[in-house]
């Protein structure tokens, strides 16, 4: 089992996106979003359960950036996980993803991805060219993209900052995203309102349904469900999911430094 499933659903469960609106990355006018869903010195980490058997953990941090890119103020995303007990004996599982996100506007400007996953190694860098729509892999190569393209980390930022109040049921949100050199329209479904337990206590919940590609690492387009804080934080609480071996959750162990008061209930 590859981290990448750890990461896949820790960004699917922030990933409820909504069509862009009032972006023009070609003109040179980017969106400003005014959010209190997170901020520098925010910290989330995460427990991935395989079975019965604890198998992972990630943590996501923001940071303060001191550099700017095209004059624009940027904060800078980190996201590790790795295996953990048993599964650190077998399958050794060492990943990093970073992301240099525009402050304003909440979309990247940069992307790193170091994956070693059991010797198999992924090295990207990204540079997203907002205002030209485009994304230069480093290799020699460069893409067309849409306005506002999301790299993997981005996208769950950019997510918690969308207001969700008038959702109903059923309603489908779509995000352009930018992954392994291909253009990725990530698909999310709003499934209702829950209170659920988890490791950290009582929470408030959004669930989302992501529409995921069948036959790869889910059985069907439903089998993976995340449960976000119906707060204005949305932090992803817990994500459940079936897979063509078995079943993981993952859910939060811990969070610091958040934005505004978190949906806990009494």
């Not at 400003?32 to 520098?40: D, G, I, R, V």
């Not at 993803?97 to 994956?115: K, Q, T």
């Not at 994304?135 to 997510?159: C, E, H, L, R, W």
């Amino acid at each position: 089992m590859k981290t990448k499933f750890l990461f896949l659903g820790l960004f699917l469960m922030g990933s409820s996106l909504s069509v862009l609106a009032n972006t023009n990355a070609a003109g040179n006018s980017f969106r400003k979003l005014n959010h209190s869903s997170f901020k520098a010195g925010e910290e989330l980490r995460y427990r991935l359960h395989y079975g019965f058997v604890d198998a992972g953990e990630a943590v996501l941090r923001v940071k303060e950036c001191d550099r700017k890119i095209n004059g624009r103020s940027i904060l800078h995303v980190e996201g590790t996980g790795n295996t953990i007990s048993a599964f650190d004996w077998f399958y050794k599982v060492r990943d990093r993803y970073e992301s240099y996100i525009d402050a304003e506007g909440v979309f990247p400007w940069l992307f790193i991805r170091r994956v070693n996953e059991g010797g198999y190694v992924i090295n990207q860098d990204y540079s997203f060219m907002q205002h030209k729509n485009k994304v230069d892999n480093g290799k020699g190569k460069s893409f067309d993209t849409p306005d506002m393209v999301q790299d993997m980390i981005s996208a769950f930022y950019y997510a918690r900052t969308l207001d969700f109040q008038n959702a109903k049921p059923g309603d489908v949100f779509t995000i352009p995203m930018f992954y392994d050199d291909t253009n990725f329209p990530l698909k999310i479904k709003f499934a209702g309102r829950e209170t659920i337990h988890v490791r950290m206590g009582k929470f408030r919940c959004l669930k989302f349904v992501p529409v995921v590609e069948k036959g790869r690492v889910f059985k069907s387009e439903e089998d993976l469900s995340v449960w976000v804080t119906d707060d204005a934080n949305k932090i992803p609480l817990l994500a459940k999911a079936k897979i063509l071996v078995g079943s993981i959750k993952m859910e939060v162990v811990e969070y610091k430094n958040l934005a505004s008061p978190i949906s806990k209930a009494k």
